[in-house]
């Protein structure tokens, strides 16, 4: 079973999600297509940790008038053209996914599987992760930011504490997916083996390394 790694940059606290120059940042290139053939858009994730504060997700696609068609939350964004996350933070089995348009409409969740998750928003008092979306016609480029507070992640986690210090490791992938888009595809960054497309398996999450 493939597994890749990917090590997440540690920020200054303090560090205004707004300023970070994600040029400068790791790439998670979003490259392996399955399950349906004749489509592959160029996708990558960068994660970044803001010392005791937040992690702050940028995931970006080169595509061509991206379908957009949702703009609330908990939305089915995945049959729009979607970036998306999943990641067990505590690797305790439960994990959280964040699924985004270009809209900035997230889906976002968590659980043990794909079955009875619960809404992030029922655990935190009726608020979401932000997210900013950019669209650039001109360089067919599109690209969301999601930021995950701390406090937001204990209590979706119901967790008084979180173990986020250098060396810190979790599971999690990156995906690139549109279920009714003009050319349905799946792509992931750590590879899916499933005969049928699925990314609710943690089984086939990779390793996330905080520096």
């Known amino acids: 079973m ?15 999600p707004r300023s ?3 040029a400068a940042v790791a790439t998670a290139d979003i490259d392996t297509y399955r399950w349906l053939d004749g489509y592959a858009p ?7 940790y803001v010392e005791g504060d937040c992690f702050v997700l940028h995931m970006q696609c080169r595509e061509t008038a991206p379908r957009a ?5 908990n939305d089915p ?10 990641a067990d933070f505590l690797g305790d089995g439960r994990y959280i996914n964040l699924e985004m348009n270009a809209n900035g409409a997230l889906l ?23 997210v900013t979306a950019s669209v650039s ?3 067919e480029l599109w690209s969301v930011t999601a930021v995950m507070p701390l406090s937001a992640l204990c209590a979706i986690l119901k967790a008084e504490d979180l173990p986020f210090a250098s060396g810190y490791a979790f599971r999690g992938n990156f995906y690139k997916c549109g279920d009714e888009t003009a ?27 905080i520096e």
Do not use: Q
């Open 77 to 86: 964004v995945y049959t729009d053209s979607c970036l998306e996350f999943f």
């Open 20 to 22: 970070i120059d994600w």
């Open 42 to 48: 160029l996708a990558s994730a960068r994660l970044v």
């Open 137 to 139: 016609e001109v360089d």
């Open 108 to 130: 976002s969740c968590v659980g043990i599987d794909r079955h009875g998750r619960t809404p992030i928003r029922d655990l935190t008092g009726g608020t979401i992760f932000p």
């Open 183 to 209: 050319i349905p595809h799946y792509g992931m960054w750590n590879p899916v083996g499933t005969e049928n497309p699925d990314f609710h398996c943690p089984a086939y999450f990779g390793d996330l390394v």
């Open 69 to 73: 068609v949702y703009h609330g939350y």
């Open 2 to 16: 493939t597994k890749r790694s990917y090590r997440i940059a540690r920020l200054p606290a303090g560090t205004d």
